[in-house]
T-cell receptor, first 114, second 112 residues
């Protein structure tokens, strides 16, 4: 079990630029989740996949955000035309098949928009 | 709609004393309930979960939690706190068993 891997660990970008983050889940996990966490808050759900299918997307998620998991393995989260309010820690998690399986989180990608 | 409330921003306890971190929830149907811990500069780690069965569930590092359906609560407990337990604790709920809705977190400080 090598754990959930996220890349990069840190990203600094200027407002208006596009950014893309990558997440590699635990290999035998079929579900993959993206969350966002800001200082002093709990993780906020963004979206999740079962294999390559995106099953749920938060209504709070702007159209500037898009996530893919094309082959049911790694996933990417893209933010277009970044805004300062996008600055946060972006967390990826994966879980094994079965309802109630715990989510295993990566260490996150910290985004700073200047 | 589903929600989780952690009414305490911070809990302070002396080492060796019992600790409780509170969590209440609101969800349609039967909930799946979880506790996670976050140490500084580290990812969220799973502690324990309740799905069904015995209302008292045991988890990692000596933690346990009690599910109370009538009070819609799922408080985290430990009989004897350690300084190394100091961290941020998150309660989470899901009605579906999949995407979790987290509380805002409670900072636990255990003093020697």
């Amino acid at each position: 079990d090598t754990g959930v891997s996220q890349d990069p660990r840190h990203k600094i970008t200027k407002r208006g630029q596009n950014v893309t983050f990558r997440c590699d889940p635990i290999s035998e996990h079929n579900r993959l989740y993206w969350y966002r966490q800001t200082l002093g808050q709990g993780p906020e759900f963004l979206t999740y996949f079962q294999n390559e299918a995106q099953l749920e997307k938060s209504r709070l998620l702007s159209d500037r955000f898009s996530a893919e998991r094309p082959k049911g393995s790694f996933s990417t989260l893209e933010i277009q035309r970044t805004e300062q309010g996008d600055s946060a820690m972006y967390l990826c998690a994966s879980s094994a098949p079965g309802a109630g399986s715990p989510l295993h989180f990566g260490n996150g990608t910290r985004l700073t928009v200047t | 709609a589903q929600s989780v409330a952690q009414p305490e921003d911070q809990v302070n306890v002396a080492e060796g004393n019992p600790l409780t971190v509170k969590c209440t929830y609101s969800v349609s149907g039967n909930p799946y309930l979880f506790w996670y811990v976050q140490y500084p500069n580290r990812g969220l780690q799973f502690l324990l979960k309740y799905i069904t069965g015995d209302n008292l569930v045991k988890g990692s590092y000596g933690f346990e939690a009690e599910f109370n359906k009538s009070q819609t609560s799922f408080h985290l407990k430990k009989p004897s706190a350690l300084v190394s337990d100091s961290a941020l604790y998150f309660c989470a709920v899901t009605p579906s068993g999949y995407a979790l809705n987290f509380g805002k977190g409670t900072s636990l400080l255990v003093t020697p």
